[in-house]
């Protein structure tokens, strides 16, 4: 069956945008059902689809297995019951999930200290990055050569011009409430796979405590990974670079590793530093 040219459009549109998308297409059926070998879908990272199965059972719970094959960025072959599509029960469909995923994105909120490994380890994995701050003495091409792109404006306004899905991974690292609050808030309403936050665990304390009397739910106050980073128990930029990476890595692959969240301390002969910092920052801004 060939693609309608509303799909094909769609799928165009997102490849040149380097945005993530899958396709679903059936590659075997019986006659008994009411799908033919050759109908497609395609699945948006949110669950919505463009196209028609003709059979609602069967496109829901493809539908499902493609946002996450998405989430894993893998292209998968999955077997139905022929039921689902009025067929015989006990015979198969065979649907082949293509996944279109590009390259991770990372966007740094924050051109601190921690921001330049951060985005040199990126780089070496294959994440385009992203550096948004206001302050253009740590946005600029001199601190951030590899950054693939650098905005400079506040939390609202780059939001405003990012693309962010579940290919995203966010990094709030600045240490100013400024930056840092807006910034949180508006990760929570994206799609992002990853959202981390620096800061002490009295300062995350704070922000969950600040971001639920603002009206935003546990569920959403959970995705954030704060403090970030796993416990490697690394002291400097690069080794707590390193620590928010390895994090996002296993993030981005679904494995389950000791978070900084269930540690003790955040590289707990860093914690007093970060509170030291948060503290001048305070104190600066006042």
Request: aromatic content about 6%; overall charge negative.
């Amino acid at each position: 069956m060939r693609m309608g040219d509303g799909m094909f459009e769609t799928l165009r549109k997102y490849l040149a945008e380097e945005r993530l998308i899958a396709t679903a297409t059936v590659v075997a059926a019986p006659a008994s059902a009411s799908i033919a070998v050759g109908a497609k879908v395609i699945v948006h990272p949110d669950g919505r689809t463009e196209g028609d199965f003709a059979a609602a059972a069967l496109l829901a719970v493809v539908a499902g297995d493609a946002v996450r094959a998405q989430r894993r960025e893998e292209s998968v072959r999955r077997t139905y019951d022929a039921s689902l599509a009025d067929g015989e029960a006990g015979a198969e469909i065979d649907v082949f999930i293509e996944v279109y995923a590009p390259s991770p994105h990372l966007i740094l909120f924050g051109g601190d200290h921690i921001a330049i490994p951060l985005t040199h380890y990126a780089k070496e994995l294959g994440f385009r990055v992203t550096i948004v701050d206001a302050r253009s003495r740590f946005a600029n091409r001199e601190r951030f050569p590899e950054a693939d792109e650098i905005i400079v404006a506040w939390p609202d306004k780059a939001y405003a011009q990012l693309l962010i899905d579940p290919s995203t991974y966010i990094a709030i690292l600045s240490h100013d409430p400024k930056l840092d609050e807006p910034a949180t808030r508006g990760a929570l309403g994206t799609t992002a796979r990853y959202i981390g936050a620096i800061g002490a665990h009295k300062t995350h304390t704070e922000r969950r405590a600040r971001l639920a009397r603002e009206g935003f739910t546990a569920a959403q106050i959970n995705r954030i990974h704060g403090p970030v980073g796993l416990d490697l128990g690394g002291k400097t930029p690069p080794e707590i670079a390193l620590s928010i990476i390895a994090e996002i890595v296993a993030t981005r692959y679904d494995r389950t590793l000791v978070l900084a969240t269930e540690a003790p301390a955040l590289h707990s002969e860093a914690e007093a530093t970060l509170q030291a910092i948060e503290e001048i920052v305070e104190v600066a801004g006042d």
